[in-house]
């Protein structure tokens, strides 16, 4: 396949509509003399937006989270508890995020009319519905491309947990597919220590002449792909730290918890105090068929440790108005309760939780019935989400990427931001 | 009629029509008392099956227990309390309630002679309560989630079991752990899907007081999906040792209940993906001798203090009323 993504030449950093115009005319409040580590303060740039989104996996229950129903046919056991918003109440299973509501927003009426895991999750990660032959860039790959700075090497598409690089930047090139870590630098990232920094300068330098030759003729995504991946794991190893959450404090470790959510989301912490643009921590599994109640209690206990400290960290080192955070599925979970006091499939009314960068603190956007059963108020899609996400970080959702002289709209046409949402 | 588990049939459908979760006859047989997805107890006069409901917790109640003259019962919820209801009342009002656990009260039993009141939580606690409500002691050692308790009938002891499998001893006079039986197989982690499993769902002890029996789930496969089957685990009382296993292989579902019967059969109550079932084994044998299928999948189960009759709670909104004998020409 010939490439005909962007080639990342200056001239096609931006679209013919100048999508990332209104990027440096974002509200960025600063704060970032709150950082506790200088170091790490004066890598971050003060305009510079990045997300993080924290995936439930499998379907987490919006019954059990974001939109209670307690004591009705649906509401299950788990009572609501009131938030730092008052009049907004979310399970009880969440008593720590509870606490951050006001840092946060609620869209509880996303009616995604899917009930299928592959499917629901393309939806919410790529925000269109997926079309045989037709390939869009992840969220992820997006927000890599839109919201990269030329002054760090590092991946821009970073998904934790995970070991191999992704196909999910489509038409975006390769280099902004996801790279995935496991809280440690990536394997074999050290120098071999038979080989001299010399002898190794010199065989990379070998190497790119060749490369250079061969694409002059023979350029292909394939082999774009090959060169990408050498410069950037070069450009890893000279800062392979940054992976290491081991360099974090035991103390940090103690308080987002010992658990493989808890280390990942400070291992979120610190890529996005390196200047990552986009991470996504995936946390499993949520698809309670059976069980729904004590599986919630279990996971979610670990999600409200880990997440809430995470927000708050980002709060209190001013990185939250710059830092757009995320918390997704594929759908939402059945409100009928199943024989095996489980909870199926569902995308007809179920919610996400949002916050940071320029979403509304402590909105609450649409509404369910008194059940939960279906939305009553301001129905939204994934399309309408994906173009939030990328309007809370100052992009022109609207706007479009110059892919080989083709314009590629960044989110789905058909659909808008939320725009009550956004400050 | 004697006992004939193999006879076994069902004698009453009694309609609630909500998702029933747990019941519990009363001492003396009067009444069965169950609880409901919809926030109610229900209370059902043992004979004719006529019924009351109230709104009792502001969650779900998950089990029962009584003081040993039956006037009393105490239902454990999911709100954090246990309360304390006149049996026999017309319109039952708590008599006591109790804050008892933070997170889900999981499990209650009564000792003997009624002086003490044993409540499991979601906090991973068990603790001791006077019949007035007053805490006795806390029992900390569970790593996990107390899914059940039961008093043995010496009074000297209390056992509580855990989602990890494993069952403390506690003496109850100074709150020591004497011991901690081990069924490992009662649970596993998926580490697919990321999350512990099975637990002990229920414990009992034969009627010689040589055999401790308890019953869950094993072959956990997809614990997100329901596929599993039902397991006991059998341990001499004196030795501490494991004396068998018992599996019901091909049977989906959870063990959720266990008792012995008069005969000294174990009668194990199984709900789940493969529908509900009676299952009834003997304690020397590795598998069960007979089941019944119920109509839909079981929920909870408690025995008639005349030991013929074993009630169901069923998902369809039904409590089933068996009697283990032949039936009546």
């Known amino acids: 396949m010939k490439a005909r993504y962007a080639c990342g030449s200056s001239e096609h950093l931006m679209a013919r509509r100048q999508f990332l115009g209104t990027l440096a005319g974002g509200a960025v409040v600063g704060g970032l003399g709150a950082l506790t580590n200088p170091a790490v303060a004066g890598q971050i740039q003060s305009n510079q937006m990045r997300v993080v989104v924290l995936y439930l996996a499998g379907g987490v229950s919006q ?9 009705t046919d649906t509401g299950g056991p788990f009572r609501a508890i009131p938030t730092s918003v008052p009049g907004v109440h979310i399970s009880e299973l969440l008593p720590k995020t509870a606490t951050h509501m006001d840092k946060l927003a609620l869209v509880r009426s996303i009616n995604t009319k899917n009930n299928d895991h592959g499917k629901g999750s393309y939806q919410m990660q790529y925000g269109r519905s997926q079309m045989p032959g037709t390939e869009y860039p992840h969220l992820g790959a997006v927000c890599a491309r839109a919201l990269e700075r030329a002054d760090n090497p590092l991946p821009g598409h970073i998904r934790v947990p995970g070991g191999s690089r992704g196909s999910d930047a489509a038409y975006l090139g390769p280099q902004y597919a996801s790279v995935g870590m496991n809280g440690k630098p990536p394997a074999n990232s050290e120098r071999a220590g038979s080989l001299t920094e010399a002898a190794d300068k010199l065989r990379n330098d070998f190497r790119r002449q060749a490369n250079d030759r061969f694409s002059l003729q023979r350029r292909t995504a394939s082999t774009d792909l090959y060169t990408q991946s050498y410069e950037q794991a ?31 989301c400070l291992m979120a ?62 759908f939402g979970r059945t409100p009928k309760i199943n024989a095996r006091y489980g909870r199926d499939h569902w995308g007809s009314a179920w919610s996400v939780c949002l916050g940071g960068a320029k979403i509304q603190p402590g909105a609450v956007i649409g509404k369910t019935n008194e059940n939960g059963t279906k939305v009553i108020d301001r129905e939204v899609e994934h399309g309408d989400l994906f173009h939030t996400y990328l309007s809370a970080v100052g992009l022109d959702s609207g706007g479009a990427f110059d892919i080989g002289g083709r314009e590629q709209p960044m989110a789905d046409p058909s659909h808008a931001p939320i725009t009550e949402l956004l400050t | 009629m004697a006992l004939d588990v193999t006879k076994t049939h069902v004698l009453h459908e009694w309609k609630y029509g909500k998702p029933m979760i747990a019941c519990r006859y009363e001492p003396q047989g009067r009444f069965l008392f169950s609880s409901s997805e919809d926030y109610s107890l229900q209370r059902w006069n043992a004979e004719s099956g ?34 304390f209801w006149p049996t026999a009342a017309e319109k039952p009002e708590p008599k006591v309630e109790v804050a008892a656990h933070k997170g889900w009260v999981r499990c209650v039993d009564v000792n003997g002679d009624g002086s003490l009141i044993a409540s499991g939580g979601n906090d991973r606690l068990v603790k001791l309560w006077s019949p007035d409500g007053k805490l006795v002691k806390e029992l900390a050692g569970h790593e996990r989630d ?35 039986f081990e069924a490992k197989d009662l649970h596993s982690y998926n580490g697919g899907q990321g999350v512990h499993y099975g637990g002990i769902r229920d414990i009992t002890l034969s009627a010689d007081k040589k055999t401790l029996a308890m019953t869950g789930l094993h072959k956990a496969s997809n614990p997100l999906g329901a596929v599993n089957e039902p397991l006991n685990y059998l341990f001499d009382w004196e030795s501490g040792k494991e004396v068998r296993k018992q599996p019901a292989d091909g049977i989906k579902g959870i063990g959720t209940n266990i008792d012995f019967l008069s005969d000294g059969t174990e009668l194990v109550a199984s709900g789940g993906s493969g529908g509900g079932y009676l299952l009834f ?32 709670t069923h998902y369809d909104g039904h409590i089933r009323i068996s009697k283990m004998t032949e039936k009546a020409a």
């Open chain 1, 269 to 330: 912490r610190r890529l996005l105090e390196n200047g990552i643009p986009f991470v996504q921590v995936q946390h499993s599994n949520y698809d309670t068929h059976n069980e729904n109640f004590n599986f919630h209690f279990e996971q979610l206990g670990e999600f409200d440790q880990a997440f809430s400290t995470l927000v708050g960290d980002l709060h209190d080192r001013g990185m939250l108005e710059t830092t757009l955070v995320v918390v997704m599925s594929e």
């Open chain 1, 63 to 71: 019954l059990e989270s974001w939109d209670p129903k307690p004591k």
């Open chain 1, 234 to 264: 070069l450009q890893l190893m000279e800062r392979r730290e940054v992976f290491d959450v081991t360099k974090e404090s035991e103390a940090d470790m103690d308080r987002y918890g010992r658990f493989d959510l808890g280390q990942h």
């Open chain 2, 146 to 180: 107390v899914y059940s308790v039961f008093f043995h009938p010496d009074g000297r002891f209390l056992l509580s079991g855990d989602l990890d499998g494993k069952v403390h001893q506690w003496e109850v006079a100074t709150g020591k752990l004497a011991r901690t």
């Open chain 2, 281 to 312: 084994f003997k304690a020397g044998e590795e598998k069960h001798f007979h089941n019944l299928k119920l109509k839909d999948t079981v929920r909870g189960m408690s025995v008639h203090p005349d030991g013929l009759r074993v009630a169901t």
């Open chain 2, 50 to 83: 006529e019924k009351i409901a109230w709104e009792a917790h502001d969650s779900w109640v998950r089990d029962f227990a009584f003081l040993p003259d039956g006037e009393t019962v105490i239902s454990a919820g999911c709100d954090d309390r246990i309360i």
